[in-house]
């Protein structure tokens, strides 16, 4: 990162704890920097990581793909977003926001069978499980940052190893 007054050792060994998942007042404590120090950085890191997203992200979806909702706490609300595709889209039948006018859409009902051959929705389930995992550490994520933290954990998903995520 540029213009930090951080030392280069301290900006990597910060590094090294975000990707090892570590929390920022934990990274601060063994690092031995402030604790606001550490939280600004791994936010930096998490808007790095929302930019280099976006940027790989301005295709449009091809292939077949998982469709599932979540809920992370809070008051639930319909989604009015729509997803387009050039694709076949598999889901539990519960994702209200999906306007099936643009592809093939196939519905699984997990009361009769997880899954059939390629027909299931596991992926994006298990998604949704490793990033409430991950920000149950947290104890509450702010709403304004949630996105960042969300697209944090499918930076983490997309790269499992910490090799992958250092690179």
């Known amino acids: ?3 930090s007054r951080l030392n280069s ?23 031995s920097v402030n604790h606001n120090t550490a939280a600004y950085y791994f936010q930096r890191l998490r808007k790095i990581i929302v930019n280099q ?23 639930r609300k319909d989604v009015d977003r729509l997803v387009k595709c050039l694709c076949l889209a598999y889901s539990s039948g519960v994702a ?17 069978l997880f899954a059939d051959k390629r027909n299931h929705i596991n992926g994006i389930e298990n998604f949704w499980n490793q990033a ?28 499992p190893t910490p090799q992958a995520q250092l690179v």
């Open 1 to 3: 990162m540029r213009k």
């Open 53 to 75: 997203l976006e940027q790989a992200s301005h295709e449009v979806f091809a292939g077949e793909i998982e469709v599932d909702e979540s809920y992370f706490g809070g008051t």
């Open 132 to 159: 409430k995992r991950h920000m149950r550490k947290f104890n509450g994520v702010p709403k304004a940052n949630f996105e960042l933290f969300l697209k944090e954990c499918e930076w983490r998903f997309n790269n």
């Open 9 to 31: 050792a301290k900006q990597a060994k910060l590094t090294e704890h975000f990707a090892a998942g570590t929390t920022a007042r934990c990274a601060a404590d063994l690092i």
């Open 96 to 112: 209200r926001f999906i306007d099936v006018s643009y592809f093939r859409h196939y519905r699984i009902n997990h009361s009769k």
